[in-house]
């Protein structure tokens, strides 16, 4: 059974940092596209950031580009997305995401949510200013 498990989330000042990971049970890791996803109340649910299989090709939203930084161990079949400079706006739940069978060639262009197959259950990021 395919399980993702995120980890890393709480509450920090604005100007502060996280680090979230999330780690997948129960597929092969190597042959998927990882993401990050967050929902704010009341909001759409967006991509954040992706990476490809290899770790080579990386996608940013423009929203979070320059703070954030996503990066996979395929040693440990874990995914990670550093925070930094957080701002009131990123409050939000926070998903990894996986899409089975995915070379990271159109990642460049984003992270479509119908895409990704597996989610996790979310973790929870609040940045007070």
């Known amino acids: 059974q ?14 502060g940092s996280l680090r979230l990971s999330c780690v997948m049970y129960g597929y ?10 967050r929902q704010a109340p009341g909001k759409e649910r967006e991509g954040v950031a992706g ?6 090709t990386t996608y940013y939203s423009d929203s ?3 703070r954030i930084t996503i990066s ?3 040693a440990k079949n874990t995914l990670y997305l550093q ?6 706006e990123d409050t939000a739940e926070y998903y990894c995401a996986a899409r089975p069978r995915c070379s990271g060639a159109a990642l ?14 979310g973790t929870q990021v609040t940045v007070s200013s």
């Open 108 to 121: 460049p262009f984003g992270i479509p949510i119908r895409d990704f197959q597996y989610w996790g259950q």
């Open 83 to 88: 925070m930094n400079s957080l701002k009131p």
């Open 72 to 74: 996979r161990d395929n």
């Open 64 to 66: 979070v580009k320059g």
């Open 51 to 56: 990476i490809s299989p290899n770790g080579a």
């Open 2 to 15: 395919v399980q993702l498990v995120e980890s890393g989330g709480g509450s920090v000042q604005a100007g």
């Open 28 to 37: 092969t890791w190597s042959s998927l596209c990882m993401g990050w996803f």
